[in-house]
Every structure is written in C-alpha cells, then in structure tokens.
C-alpha cells in the first residue's frame, strides 16, 4: 500500500515540471505566433522574396546541365528561360483569382445565373488556353536550346519520371 502511494507521488513530482515546462513553452509559441509576428518570419521573408522557387529552378537546372552535359551557354540560355516562366507563372496565377472570385460570387438562384456562368466558363477557358500556349511557347524554347541528343534524353527523362510518379501512387502506367 505504501509502495503504490509512494508510485503516485513519484509519478506527480516528475509530472509536474513536466507539465510546467510544456506550459512555459506553449507561452513562448503563443508569443510568436501573435497576429503580425508571422511577416517577421524568416520562412515568409524568404518565401516573399520568391528565393525558394529560385531554388527549385536551381536545381532543376543543375539536374538538367548534368544528366543532359549542357554547356555554359545553354546553361545561362535555360536559367533565363526558367526566370521568364517563373515571372510568367506569377502573372497568371494573379489572373486566376478573379475568376475564382467570381466563381464563388456566383447565386444559383439568381435569374442571370446561366449567363455568368457562361462567362466564368468562356474566362476559364481563355486561361487555359493561355496555359497551354505557354507551355507550348517552352517546349518550343527548349528545342531552340537543346540538341537533338538532349532533347531525347530530356523525354526520357520525364517518360521515367512519369512512371516513377505513377508507381508511387500504385498506377501502372506500362500496361
């Protein structure tokens, strides 16, 4: 019976700092995560300044200049390439908000509804269309770019790719 007691009271003791220590550091998060104090963030000061996109088409490249052998000068003409598509890509998704807007501003029992939603759906389709020159107008660019040998390598690469991506969701592209 002491013994259990004695459990008990060993068990409190131990919890007790515990607990203090997990408040102290709730107070502290609490402290940082105050409306406003999330702009101050490193994470949104890098993110802001778009230098984790700049990274990825970094890399990108780089995988690209060494699975490819690209030279110097490709190398500069695919970093401009991917700053255009990036700033590109920016312009459209600003774009894409107004239509989502509007697509949420939509009453369905409003008695013009059928004809806003024909211009959301004339809208959206503009965009994609514009999506699709632009994915045209790159893959026109790279083959500027690129010779004949890398640019067969380059859709080897994505045709691996794509099956990779298929296997790790348990498809099967290969049938």
């Known amino acids: 019976m002491q013994n259990n007691l004695l459990k008990r009271r060993t068990i409190a003791l131990m919890t007790i700092p515990t607990m203090l220590l997990i408040g102290a550091f709730n107070v502290a998060h609490a402290a940082n995560t105050q409306p406003g104090n999330w702009q101050q963030s490193k994470h949104y000061a890098e993110n802001r300044a778009g230098s984790h996109h700049a990274m990825r088409a970094t890399k990108k490249l780089n995988i690209l200049s060494k699975k490819l052998a690209l030279t110097a000068q490709q190398q500069t003409q695919i970093k401009v390439l991917f700053q255009a598509q990036r700033t590109a890509h920016k312009a459209a998704a ?74 790790l969701h348990g498809l099967t592209l290969n049938k």
């Open 94 to 167: 600003g774009d894409q908000q107004p239509l989502h807007q509007a697509l949420r501003n939509l009453d369905l029992k409003a008695a013009d509804y059928a004809q806003k939603l024909a211009q959301v759906k004339q809208q959206a389709a503009l965009a994609a269309n514009q999506k699709i020159d632009a994915m045209l107008a790159m893959q026109q660019s790279m083959k500027k770019i690129l010779t004949a040998e890398q640019l067969l390598k380059m859709q080897e690469m994505r045709a691996a790719g794509k099956s990779r991506r298929g296997m």
